[in-house]
């Protein structure tokens, strides 16, 4: 299975390699590394809201899962929007809503 993942993320990356080489699409690697890179503490966060062990790394899987889902999302919404003023008005929001939540519930565990 991870070799089959790893080999995925190759040819991906080696399409947008070549999309960017040939003047199709005017972002590359880098640019889209920088985006999705969120994914990889997000998938870690929920390994951790999976295992069955205490509490407290069940609360830290799940801080580390939402907040990088959410700058994921942050960052999705930055590559197809047409215009970048709201992002931070989102980000501002989402932090002012989402981080006492989370420190409410580490407090508590």
Request: positive net charge.
């Amino acid at each position: 299975m991870r070799k089959i993942l790893v080999a995925l993320i190759a040819a991906f990356l080696f399409a947008i390699w070549f999309l960017n080489y040939q003047g199709t699409i005017d972002f590359g690697v880098i640019y889209i590394i920088s985006r999705i890179w969120f994914i990889i503490p997000l998938w870690h966060g929920i390994k951790l809201i999976i295992r069955n062990e205490n509490s407290s790394k069940r609360n830290s899987g799940l801080i580390l899962a939402v907040f990088s889902g959410f700058l994921q999302i942050l960052s999705m919404i930055d590559i197809f929007s047409k215009t970048k003023e709201h992002v931070f008005y989102i980000a501002v929001v989402g932090m002012l809503a989402f981080w006492p939540i989370f420190l409410i519930v580490f407090f508590i565990s």
